[in-house]
């Protein structure tokens, strides 16, 4: 018996190293394949989840902002019967509701431009909502998150079709529709 560290025999023929089998190899690529397909799928799915709640959170935004739309023009619409004793119309360039502190809590005004606007402001007097209708009449909403960054817009474009846009807290568009 010859050790594997034996030379070989002189006149002895030399082996041939193995031919290799191409099956790993293409089983290899196969399960890679089948790995990296996973990982798509599994991403793809996590898109249409974020999709999903995306398009519930424009839902839900849609439904608040008409709901805030319809408070304030209740709000501003509605009211007691004025006494005989105050006039019938009241006309102003602007107008202050403060709360029981005296902090001005909205404003309603217009602008040099003659735009009229509607300003919700927090308790620190920062405006968080605007209702207002551009200098080229094009109405719009804006939200404004505690530090004061525009975090959802919703208008119409110049040609009248709406718009939706989402911003990141540094104000760098994340989302919008169309």
Known sequence: MSRRDD??????????????????????RLSRLEAANARIEAANARLGTANARLARANRRLRRALAVAAAAVGLVLLSGQAAPADRPAKLTARSFEVVD??????????ATTGGAPFLNLLDERGEVRAAFFVAEDLRPAVLLRDASGTGRATLGLEPNDEPFLRMNDPKGKQVWAAP
């Open 7 to 28: 030379p070989p025999t002189p006149g002895a023929p030399t082996p041939h190293p193995p031919i290799p089998d191409p099956t790993p190899d293409v089983e290899t």
């Open 100 to 109: 029981p502190r005296g902090k001005v809590r909205a404003r309603l005004g």
